[in-house]
């Protein structure tokens, strides 16, 4: 995921090989990766609408599991999710920013300095149903 997002973002935003990175952008970066298509798709045939906030978590970790059919599916709805948390983190915790880890994965990085890989988190909801997103959320939150 790593090198396509940075092309992918480098793309959008008409940035040299030397210009900011992603993580430099905080705002464009939020941006790209709150796009979450499959998992917006899926919440939209669901009925239920991602507002980017507290709730949708609540609601998304409330909907019944019909993707676990799909191991492929899973697995990309996953990585959807963990953005879509990542997302809500971002806009809802100050002090919170992206940052790319070494192998090009996006983390949270809390105020209290402690990283979330988010994608993991999503991918485990995704394919086991646990740790529910909204969980996460508070835990992120209390910090």
């Known amino acids: 995921m790593g090198i396509g997002f940075i ?3 480098r793309d959008r935003h ?3 090989a030397a210009g900011p990175s992603p993580e430099q952008d905080q705002d464009s970066m939020a941006e790209l990766l709150s796009e979450c298509e499959l998992l917006r798709e899926l919440a939209d045939d669901a009925g ?27 697995e990309w709805l996953g990585n959807d999710a963990g953005l879509y948390l990542g997302t809500v983190v971002f806009r ?12 090009g994965t996006p983390v ?23 740790p529910q997103l909204s969980a996460v959320y508070l835990e992120a939150a209390d910090s």
């Open 7 to 9: 092309e992918r973002w």
């Open 108 to 130: 949270i990085v809390l105020p209290d300095a402690r990283e979330l890989d988010v994608t993991a988190f999503g991918r485990s909801w995704a394919e086991q149903g646990f």
């Open 14 to 16: 008409g940035q040299a």
């Open 48 to 74: 239920l609408r991602l507002t980017d906030d507290v709730p949708s978590l609540t609601a998304l970790d409330q909907l019944l599991p019909t993707w676990r059919d799909s191991p492929g599916t899973a």
């Open 92 to 103: 809802t915790v100050p002090g919170t920013r992206w940052r790319l880890a070494r192998d």
